[in-house]
């Protein structure tokens, strides 16, 4: 991981910055938050139209109201094997800054389960686990009675730099 | 000006200096117009000395509207100082030798202000112009407003000065563009923006008949570097560079002396040139008030802005009144006053660019009286109140008779109350109290039945028609009112005499709202969804299974609102292709002098509707198409021309039309025409077509859009048009339009664009790729089939062609493109798009056709942007996106992913 030397110093000095309540859904038996700043609104599971060229974790676009926005896999994202979508499966809509330019995005998840208030001591910087496992997008372990949460940087999980490679690569 | 009328303005002038407030950059400013006038009207009557006492006080002022003296009230005092010299040089007739000394440069280039009188000046200017800042006391939504409306004001003075070289029309250029220059020059003096003040200034003086015949160029120029320098002021870019050199030719050109007959044309065209802002001196005013009888005055200015001001005023008026019933309780409120100073300062400043003089005379005579108010000198309470009252109300009365005169050609004259109003006003400004006779006779003159009677002499033509409408009126409205109406009636025979007036196209009168563009988008946008919920409820099969007759009347009642709702929605973002087609006058100007030769361009339709969007983008394709017409498309001289039988100065048209749906936009020239032989001696050179190939007209000539061509430096002299024509058809297809070409050897080229009315809806056809749906745009397709058993051939075992009707075409399955399963595996179970790209057809294979309708085009995101092969995305009437094809784009990479197959020497089946 590139990031691995500027991590542990970002981790510290703002794990303060990163208490307050998360949205947390689980994927796989694990748990995760999404910062509830950050959540526009939970949908349901809805038709999802594929579109072509894209990487396999982008499902398509959606329909939100008049508004066309993409929607990404978090499974396929973060490399989980690919599972039916059931009843629980849903779409957690999130505002997220990429740059100067807000965008809104849907991320599918298995299920949601409840918002948690994760305090500053409850955090501990997102653990290292050497080369081929991408931490970037984690922003730290939230303990909660004897849970671990982890908790997911909505800004990261999809960039626009991802998303051109992936495009480009395709088309070359 | 007469010796007596500048000493009473410079009297007028001293006292505005010695109460003068210094944190009012207004009255400063309007002292500096003071002696601006007052140096114009002593340099024309050779009073060279008090002209050069003008300048100093100029320049001071100039200084403390800039805060570039250390003592602003010290160099007052000497503003102060120099006035009364100035006066009793005027007074007495003094010889002032020892006072001009002091200021010797200025009397030379007082164009120039590279090289004034005092150094101060010159840190001064460099000073100004390097750190411009906003004057504190000058609001941020006037700038902004200022810096929003000049560039159409300078599109306008662009186009004033290309008719400068018609003869006929030249005096009343000249005249237009001086008021223009004038206005510009005091608001940018307000927002103490030195550059365009000075260039306005040094402008101003250089129109005055008979113009040197490089003036126009000049000119053109000097408009050119007031936009740079609005781009300066606006923070979009750096100072602009060369005005010194700028001010040096307009010095240059400047007349040397002002001979009395050029003073005479320097005074008629702007009155409000010589009237000075303090107070009107009274022959002043008389010709705008004479009893005599008026038969009201044609509109001189743009009717198109005047259309415009009418609307703009009335709400200014609106606001006026607003602020003057808030001053009736509290008289001193100062952000009531300024709010009223502005009102009438603006109306006063558009009026004046519109030549409407008399509503100019009195609104500024109303801003005489409220600057006095603001400044504290005079209370705006009682008579003073009352006065500016009826000013709003009579102003009002002259802007219906300016809207009167749109529709009729005439505007009536003003109400017999001005001449009285404005002299009240005046006195009211000038600190006294209007004598008991003037302040009787407003307040009598609606009561009494005598007063309406005399006014009616004012309108002659009208008497006959308009005497049972007056006096059927209630006396108390007459005083006014009678004015404006008897002129209605009669205005047909009012017209008559007038009718060889050449610009008598009569408005339509249409009340305009300003709307913010995000709003309107808002809205829009709504819109669009409305439209989608409603196909989707009306559509919703469950509704059907239940539905009555009488709900589904109500649902096709609900239908035809939303459509109807969408159309005028549509129409809002529509404006005139006008403001592109006019910056073509100048390009036209421009290049044909580049080139050398003659050339006249003739627009026809700039009335025309365009989705906003539209009219922006395609200024650039029409630019290139200008450009090349002039340069290539015409004859390279005159002798030419006239041994083709053709009029010596070449002829370019710009037309824009309705059609069927689309907007055309043609770009005609009268000159050589295309040489197709030149273009497909070209063509084989470069291989783009084949030995032997047999290609109709309209392909040949649109061989000219391939990107080879253009690079080309040329194919002969001849057909070398074609720079940056791939450019041109690649911005038009951004519009989601269509470029032709037809062309007559020796008869000319014709450019034909064909636009969609707006960018935000399409037709499209939706087709089924296995289990996804696609929008491909109806625009890009040529035709769709289903093909034959075996008209698909397979090439190579890789690429795969179509036979049709004796032609091969290279045919794309989109889904091996796009790698989707389950599509249909034979040709012949589907369905072919035939689509053209860069002139040449490539075949899409899809499943089948679903339908046809109209689509309401989404952008899929930031983070989606730039996926090939798809443009946008589309709610259809289930709910669902369905994505909109790039054909173009699919159709290259389907060409790369073949190559990059070929390469690999796999089969199609494995890579899709």
Not at chain 1, 115 to 124: G, M
Request: hydrophobic share 40%; charged share 25%; with cysteine.
């Amino acid at each position: 991981m590139s990031t691995t030397t500027t991590k542990p110093a970002a981790g510290t000095t703002t794990a303060t910055a990163r208490a307050g309540r998360y949205l947390t859904f689980s994927m796989a038996r694990e748990e995760y938050g999404l910062e509830i700043l950050k959540v526009q609104e939970i949908i349901g599971m809805m038709n999802v139209t594929r579109v072509p060229r894209t990487p396999d974790f982008i499902r398509g676009v959606i329909n939100l109201r008049g508004k066309v926005i993409p929607v990404i896999d978090l499974r396929r994202k973060l490399q989980f094997e690919a599972k039916e979508d059931t009843d629980r499966t849903c779409i957690i809509v999130v505002q997220v800054q990429q740059g100067d330019t807000p965008i809104t995005m849907g991320i599918i998840v298995d299920s949601v389960s409840e918002v948690l208030n994760v305090s500053a001591s409850q955090i501990e910087p997102s653990p290292e686990f050497g080369f081929n496992i991408s931490t970037e997008f984690i922003l730290g372990m939230g303990k909660v009675d004897k849970r671990v949460i982890i908790l997911l940087d909505a800004d990261r999980i999809l960039s626009t730099g991802e998303l051109n490679d992936a495009a480009a690569s395709v088309r070359g | 000006m007469s010796n007596p009328e500048c000493t009473k303005a410079l009297e007028a002038l001293c006292e505005a200096a010695v109460f003068a407030d210094l944190s009012d950059l207004r009255t400063v400013s309007s002292l500096l117009d003071g002696f601006e006038n007052l140096d114009v009207a002593c340099s024309k009557s050779k009073k060279e000395s008090a002209a050069a006492l003008c300048r100093q006080c100029i320049q001071r002022l100039h200084a403390i509207i800039l805060d570039d003296v250390k003592d602003r009230v010290g160099a007052l005092k000497d503003v102060c100082a120099t006035a009364s010299q100035l006066q009793h040089h005027l007074r007495d007739g003094e010889p002032l030798h020892e006072l001009v000394q002091e200021a010797p440069a200025a009397p030379a280039a007082p164009a120039a202000p590279e090289a004034p009188a005092e150094p101060v000046s010159e840190s001064k200017a460099s000073a100004s112009s390097a750190q411009w800042t906003q004057p504190s006391n000058v609001d941020q939504a006037f700038v902004n407003e200022f810096l929003s409306v000049q560039p159409a004001v300078l599109d306008e003075a662009e186009a004033i000065v290309l008719k400068l070289s018609e003869p006929q029309e030249r005096t009343a250029a000249i005249a237009s563009l001086r008021g223009l220059l004038h206005n510009l020059k005091g608001e940018s003096s307000i927002l103490a923006m030195r550059a365009i003040e000075q260039l306005c200034h040094a402008t101003e003086e250089l129109l005055v008949e008979p113009l040197p015949a490089a003036t126009p160029d000049v000119l053109l120029r000097v408009i050119d570097a007031m936009r740079s320098a609005l781009a300066y002021y606006g923070g979009k870019s750096e100072e602009p560079a060369g005005l010194s050199a700028l001010h040096a030719e307009l010095a240059r050109l400047k007349p040397k002396s002002a001979s009395d007959e050029q003073a005479n044309t320097h005074q008629s065209p702007a009155p409000a040139e010589v009237s000075a802002p303090a107070e009107v001196p009274a022959a002043e005013v008389a010709p705008v008030t004479v009893g005599t009888p008026e038969q009201g005055t044609p509109l001189t200015g743009d009717l198109e802005l005047i259309q415009g001001f009418i609307p703009e005023s009335k709400e200014h008026l609106e606001n006026a009144v607003a602020s003057l019933l808030a001053l009736g309780t509290d008289a001193t409120n100062k952000e009531h006053l300024d709010a009223l100073f502005r009102a009438f300062h603006t109306i006063k400043g558009c009026a004046g660019f519109l030549m409407l003089d008399k509503i100019q005379a009195l609104a500024h005579q109303s801003e005489s009286l409220l600057d006095k108010a603001r400044n504290g000198t005079v209370i705006l309470s009682g008579l003073a109140l009352e006065a500016t009252f009826e000013a709003t109300d009579l102003l009002k009365e002259m802007i219906d008779g300016v809207e009167i005169g749109l529709k009729t050609g005439l505007v009536p004259p003003p109400s017999a109350a001005m001449p009285e109003l404005v002299d009240r006003l005046r006195a009211l400004a000038a600190g006294q109290t209007p004598t008991l006779k003037q302040k009787t006779v407003p307040a009598a003159a609606p009561a009494a039945p005598a007063a309406p009677a005399a006014t009616v002499p004012v309108v002659p033509v009208a008497v006959a028609v308009a005497q049972p409408v007056n006096s059927a009126l209630p006396a108390s409205d007459n005083a006014v009112s009678a004015q404006s109406l008897p002129a209605v009636v009669a205005a047909p025979e009012a017209a008559a005499p007038q009718a060889a007036q050449p610009r008598l196209t009569l408005l339509k009168i249409r009340d305009a709202v300003k709307v913010d563009a995000d709003r309107l988008d808002r809205l829009i946008d709504t819109i669009g969804e409305l439209v989608i919920s409603e196909s989707m409820v009306s559509q919703s099969s469950d509704l059907r299974k239940h539905a009555t007759a009488p709900l589904i009347r109500q649902l096709g009642q609900l239908d035809k609102i939303t459509r109807e709702l969408q159309e005028m929605a549509m129409s809002l973002r529509m404006m005139p292709v006008r403001t592109t087609f006019q910056k073509m006058g100048r390009l036209i100007h421009d290049v044909a002098k580049r080139t050398g030769k003659q050339c006249e361009l003739i627009l026809s339709g700039e009335e025309t509707e365009l989705d906003k969007a539209v009219v922006d983008g395609i200024g650039d394709p029409l630019v290139h198409m200008i450009r090349n017409a002039v340069d290539h498309g015409l004859e390279a001289n005159a002798e030419e021309r006239i041994k083709a039988g053709k009029p010596a100065k070449g002829r370019v048209d710009l037309r824009a039309y309705h059609k069927g749906g689309s907007i055309f936009i043609e770009v005609q020239d009268d000159g050589r025409g295309l040489d197709r032989d030149a273009i497909l001696r070209k063509a084989a050179e470069r291989g783009l077509i084949r030995d032997g190939e047999q290609l109709s007209e309209r392909e040949i000539f649109n061989l000219i859009f391939l990107p080879g061509f253009s690079t080309a430096k040329t194919v002969t002299d001849v057909s070398g048009r074609g720079v940056g024509m791939d450019v041109v058809r690649k911005n038009i297809e951004a519009l989601r339009g269509q470029v032709d070409i037809s062309s007559q050897p020796g008869q000319g080229t014709k450019f034909t664009i064909r636009l969609p009315l707006t960018l935000a809806i399409i037709d499209g056809m939706v087709v089924n790729v296995g289990q996804e749906r696609y929008i491909v745009p109806t625009l890009s397709i040529v035709m769709s089939l289903r093909p034959q058993p075996g008209a698909v051939k397979s090439v190579l075992n890789r690429g795969e062609m179509l036979s049709y009707q004796g032609e091969l075409i290279p045919l794309f399955r989109i889904d091996r493109t796009f790698s989707i399963k389950g599509a249909v595996a034979r040709p012949e179970d589907g369905l072919v798009i035939i689509v053209e790209e860069d002139g040449k057809r490539t075949g899409l294979l899809a499943d089948g056709l679903l339908g046809q309708q109209q689509i309401v085009i989404k952008t899929l995101g930031d983070s989606m942007r730039g996926i090939p092969g798809v443009s946008g995305g589309a709610i259809m009437p289930d709910g669902n996106v369905g994505l909109i094809l790039d054909v173009g784009a699919l159709v290259r990479i389907s060409q790369n992913s073949q190559q990059a197959q070929g390469a690999a020497a796999t089969s199609n089946e494995r890579v899709a």
